[in-house]
């Protein structure tokens, strides 16, 4: 009997209780904005706005991006060039066709006619 009224006492008791402290508990400030991105902000600022380079310049850098691989993806083109979205996809949509279903959905790849860009220049 003594064991399982220790057994309804014990359930009974609630899981947190209240303490009160005796001294000041220090709290820190969450921080608003970390070292981490204080640092990338910088580097963004130094950079500046992308600028828009010649378009015979980002088209070179295009096929010269094709030549390596068939299909690439708008962020690596981004990438790749250092263009603007918007200014890269007005060429993009000039030179290259843009892929809807799989196996290569939402890529780019160059149209028929730019394709072995490298070998027309070297024939003519």
Not at 8 to 34: C, D, F, M, W
Not at 36 to 54: C, P, T, V, Y
Not at 57 to 78: G, I, P, R, T
Request: glycine fraction near 2%.
């Amino acid at each position: 009997m003594k064991l399982k009224r220790y057994q309804i006492l014990e359930a009974s008791k609630p899981t947190r209780t209240v303490q009160q402290l005796s001294g000041v508990v220090q709290t820190y400030k969450p921080v608003s904005n970390h070292e981490m991105n204080i640092k990338w902000e910088k580097e963004k600022k130094d950079q500046g706005k992308k600028s828009r380079a010649d378009k015979e310049k980002v088209m070179d850098m295009l096929f010269s991006a094709f030549e390596k691989h068939q299909y690439y993806n708008v962020k690596d083109l981004v990438r790749l060039t250092k263009q603007p979205i918007t200014y890269l996809k007005e060429i993009l949509k000039e030179i290259c066709v843009y892929n809807m279903k799989a196996p290569h959905r939402n890529m780019w790849e160059l149209k028929p006619e730019y394709r072995h860009y490298k070998e027309q220049q070297e024939a003519s």
